[in-house]
């Protein structure tokens, strides 16, 4: 069975704080989305890694793939109350277009 | 990227009725799946829809309780048949777009069954 851990689970920090969301497995992915979700919505798209080592920047958020494309890491430069949702990641596997998905992190940024 | 409309967006249901979940899309895409999310919590999936063919149940879930159609390239329909409180959920839709595998998602159907 593939498993994707991600860490930590939940996590309610201050605003103007720092911040890093892990995703691990022992299985290799061709690619590796994060998400972001908002209550009463669907997880909305906000990046994917394809090559092992990439890092992308989106504003205050960094991620990075792997050196051998089974992990990433999501970290949040001084966040903000609008970071506030729920983040999940997912690793794609070519042979049968299905995403395997994290735990999810339920992050809360307080002003 | 697509975009994804789903219908109802909520709906309130007595145990043992049924509730047909409407999924459509801006533009023809291949792979469609179905997923429950209890609320702050990951998503499961529960089939993959491919036009033309049955759907793809995962392990748990079978197509008398969860018969789904994909009529066309743009639509999908997921029902949950004779249902009960554990059935209360978020159901949501995607599809597949790209070799990179992503996935895009409508804005979910919250049932509550009771």
């Known amino acids: 069975t593939q498993l994707l851990e991600q860490s930590p689970q939940f996590l309610s920090i201050q605003e103007g704080e720092n911040l890093t969301v892990y995703c691990n497995s022992s299985?290799?992915?061709?690619?590796l989305q994060w998400y972001r979700q908002e209550p009463g919505e669907g997880p909305v798209l906000l990046v994917t890694?394809?090559?092992g080592g990439e890092v992308k920047k989106l504003k205050r958020l960094t991620f990075q793939f792997g050196d051998a494309r089974k992990d990433s890491s999501l970290h949040i430069t001084a966040a903000q109350p609008g970071d506030t949702g729920l983040y999940l990641c997912?690793?794609?596997?070519?042979?049968?277009?299905?995403?395997?998905w994290g735990a999810g992190t339920k992050l809360i940024i307080k002003p | 990227s697509a975009v994804i409309s789903q219908k109802p967006s909520r709906d309130i249901c007595q145990r043992g009725t049924s509730l047909t979940i409407q999924c459509q899309v801006d533009?023809?895409?291949?792979?469609m799946f179905w997923y429950r999310q209890q609320p702050g919590q990951s998503l499961t999936l529960i089939a993959t829809?491919?036009?033309?063919?049955?759907?793809?149940?995962e392990s748990g879930f079978v197509i008398d309780k969860f018969p789904i159609s994909r009529p066309n390239l743009t639509f999908s329909t997921l029902t949950v048949s004779n249902m009960s409180p554990e059935d209360s959920s978020i159901y949501l839709c995607?599809?597949?777009?790209?070799?990179?595998?992503?996935?895009?998602f409508g804005p979910g159907t919250r049932l509550t069954v009771t």
């Open positions: 995607s599809v597949e777009d790209g070799e990179r595998i992503e996935q895009y």
């Open positions: 299985s290799v992915f061709s690619s």
């Open positions: 890694v394809v090559t």
């Open positions: 997912a690793g794609g596997r070519r042979s049968n277009y299905q995403l395997i």
């Open positions: 533009s023809q895409v291949t792979m």
């Open positions: 829809a491919n036009q033309g063919s049955e759907a793809t149940y």
